[in-house]
């Protein structure tokens, strides 16, 4: 097989969510970032509406990552009975094991000329492209979408709006070590095919 078909499927297969515990706190380059970022463009969308949104924190940016969003978090749940300590310090530590944060917004065309399914669909697509680029340079990262993700009131801080949602966090480091192999069940349990 062409080895550039046999890279391909072995950064497809071997692409892994590396977590913070994991991050050696070294600082990955911007450049590597900006190319996440590029590839991330490049994701389908249907009439071209593109869009995805990234907010990229680092350096004192993930200190205002932190406290906004653990800011955020206490306001939210202590007004509706739901705030949880362990949750509100995780909240305020986790960014700043990272080398970047990326915020990951879904903006909304205007004319709202799609269902809004398919524009988070999109992004979803844009979010793969940044995690196996990340794979491609050796970078960790793993995509989170608990804490002020859902909040209506995060929105503002990431630049959107009402119609406009904040869909998780990226969070980027150097991994320690080489990530462990992944698990999926087969395949043929998940497709059926008409000939
Ligand atoms: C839409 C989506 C949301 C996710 N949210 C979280 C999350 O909130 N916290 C977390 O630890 N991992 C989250 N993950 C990462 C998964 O835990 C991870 O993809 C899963 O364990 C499979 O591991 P792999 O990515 O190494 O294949 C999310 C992944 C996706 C696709």
Redesign the pocket.
């Known amino acids: 097989m062409n080895s550039n078909l046999d890279y391909f499927n072995q950064l497809v297969r071997s692409?892994?969510?590396v977590?913070t515990k994991d991050f050696s706190g070294e600082k990955v380059d911007d450049a590597i970032i900006q190319q996440m970022l590029e590839n991330a463009n490049w994701a389908p969308t249907h009439k071209l509406t593109e869009p995805w949104r990234f907010i990229v924190f680092t350096g004192n940016g993930l200190r205002k990552l932190a406290d906004f969003q653990s800011v955020c978090y206490k306001q939210v749940t202590q007004r509706n009975g739901t705030f949880d300590e362990k949750k509100f310090e995780g909240l305020k530590a986790k960014p700043l094991e990272c080398s970047h944060v990326i915020a990951i917004g879904m903006k909304r065309d205007e004319k709202k000329s799609l269902p809004e399914w398919e524009e988070m669909g999109a992004v979803?697509c844009a979010v793969e492209n940044l995690y196996l680029t990340a794979t491609a340079y050796g970078i960790g990262c793993?995509?989170?979408?608990?804490g002020i993700t859902n909040f209506e009131e995060a929105k503002e801080f990431f630049g959107l709006g009402k119609e406009d949602k904040l869909l998780?966090f990226l969070n980027v480091g150097m991994p320690k070590s080489l990530p462990v192999s992944?698990r999926r069940k087969p395949i043929e349990e998940k497709v059926k095919w008409v000939s």
């Open positions: 692409r892994r969510s977590f979803f793993y995509l989170s979408t608990g998780g992944g």
